[in-house]
């Protein structure tokens, strides 16, 4: 038979002794350490062989540097990693931007082959526009275009790097070197 002093009171506070109320079902404890079966060490080895033999054998394409803040090209250049909204909406031709795309304005060899001609490599003709692109800060930027263009069927990237031709009548236009980085046949 049940004694009253054996009964707890439901206000008030806990009696001397008593166990703490447990709203939560108490957690299974793990074991300190799992150990790894032998068929899950082989089954892990043979796995990465066979993913060290795929890449071997060139299954897997190439590690790519991301972009997504940009690079530094030779010369120090700063390239933006996509296209500045300015040119979202151009098509093949010209692309880049809405300064002249011309191809004359490119170097053609050197380290600098690919990118705008300058002061230096030409006097008098040709300038760089250094931190004018996309706000500032930017000397150039990637800009792709995803469908047919030029003997790139499925799209082109193209590096796009800015700066100033001379007219023949002595003045001065913004210009743009148009390199293609990737072309998708």
Request: net charge positive.
């Amino acid at each position: 038979m049940i004694q009253l002093e054996d009964v707890p009171p439901l206000h008030g506070p806990r009696p001397h002794g008593a166990e703490r109320v447990r709203r939560r079902a108490p957690r299974e404890r793990r074991p300190a350490r799992a150990r790894v079966g032998r068929r899950g060490v082989l089954a892990g080895l043979a796995a990465a062989g066979a993913a060290v033999g795929l890449n071997a054998l060139g299954v897997f394409p190439p590690a790519r540097q991301a972009l997504a803040a940009g690079y530094r090209a030779p010369g120090g250049y700063q390239i933006y990693p996509r296209c500045p909204s300015y040119a979202a909406n151009h098509n093949c031709s010209p692309g880049c931007g809405p300064s002249v795309v011309c191809s004359d304005c490119c170097r053609t060899s050197g380290t600098y082959k690919g990118y705008h001609k300058s002061g230096k490599s030409h006097p008098g003709k040709y300038k760089l526009r250094p931190n004018q692109c996309y706000g500032g800060g930017w000397d150039g930027w990637l800009w792709a275009y995803s469908r047919r263009c030029g003997s790139c069927a499925r799209g082109v990237t193209w590096r796009c790097h800015d700066g100033w031709k001379k007219s023949s009548r002595g003045s001065w236009y913004k210009t743009i070197c148009r390199k293609a980085t990737s072309c998708r046949k």
